[in-house]
């Protein structure tokens, strides 16, 4: 008897549970999908929605708007997606966020949950990358000068001068695990809020964004942006401010505004900054 009862709760749970809980895919910066999306912001053709005027910043939880379905509580399994870079010859990484492809093969994979209870929003979306870091020919950084600097450091860039440019992160495999494109959000009524890693895009390119991108991984950071915009005579305004840390005691706080009218867009963006 109990098994049969153990039996029947399945069997009845399980159709309750697909009621509410599915699979999605998460709209990644600078996806495909996510690229889809940009043209049809800028050419008006979006199939089923006005455009967004507030792409001009954007993130994984932004791009992967939520299905309504007027559900009070909605779960649904994030389905994994697994990217590989492979350079033959030397390092060549752009825009993949915690990956950084050196030499060889390199694999970022992700998956993760993401829950809707009313105007909360969590999304968890964890991301596992891995490089082989095959070794190839450098100009090492000198050794023995007065400021010490990894071997690997730029050497066209020696002090008091400096950039974040490293020709190779060690000579090891390397492998991490990061928090990766996940976040948690509030919607009040005209505001968002909450706090996040996931990676941030601010400006209108494709490639060099003005202010973030996804060239590095996402920082851990609490936000406050508008909901729908703002409309007013002179056009739609929307915001985003940020404030996070990078390695450092001292905070950086980051705000962009954005201005759209008639197919036209005006970005500022403003901040202190202590990120190096």
């Known amino acids: 008897m109990p098994a049969a009862a153990l039996l029947l709760v399945a069997c009845t749970a399980a159709p309750a549970l697909a009621q509410w809980a599915s699979v999605a895919r998460m709209v990644y910066i600078g996806s495909e999908a996510a690229e889809r999306e940009r043209l ?46 492979y350079n033959s010859a030397i390092p060549y990484s752009l825009n993949n966020g915690a990956l950084w492809a050196g030499r060889g093969t390199s694999h970022l994979a992700t998956a993760g949950v993401r829950l809707h209870v009313g105007p909360v929003r ?35 860039h ?35 809020t909450g706090v996040a890693t996931e990676n941030l895009w601010w400006g209108p390119s494709t490639n060099n964004a003005i202010v973030l991108s996804n060239n590095a991984e996402g920082f851990p950071h609490a936000f406050v942006q508008t909901r729908e915009g ?9 915001a985003q401010w940020i404030a996070g840390v990078l390695r450092e005691p001292l905070p950086s706080f980051l705000l962009l505004v954005t201005l759209a009218k008639g197919g036209r867009y005006l970005l500022l963006a403003f901040g202190t900054a202590a990120l190096s």
Do not use: C, H, K, M
């Not at 992967?64 to 697994?82: D, F, G, Q, T, Y």
């Not at 703002?230 to 929307?238: K, S």
């Open 230 to 238: 703002i409309n007013t005579p002179i056009g739609r305004f929307d």
């Open 122 to 156: 969590v999304i968890v979306a964890p991301e596992v990358t891995t490089s082989e870091n095959r070794p190839f020919q450098v100009i090492p950084y000198p050794q023995g000068g007065a400021a010490a600097r990894s071997v690997w450091a730029n050497p066209f």
């Open 158 to 192: 020696p002090s008091p001068s400096s950039i974040d440019l490293p020709y190779r992160f060690g000579d090891q495999v390397r492998q991490r695990t990061t928090a990766g494109q996940s976040s948690v959000s509030l919607d009040l009524p005209l505001l968002t």
């Open 40 to 85: 049809q912001q800028l050419t008006d053709t979006a199939p089923d929605r006005a455009p967004d005027p507030a792409f001009l910043f954007r993130s994984a939880s932004s791009l992967s708007r939520r299905v309504e379905r007027n559900r009070r509580v909605e779960l649904s399994l994030i389905a994994p997606e697994l990217r590989t870079v």
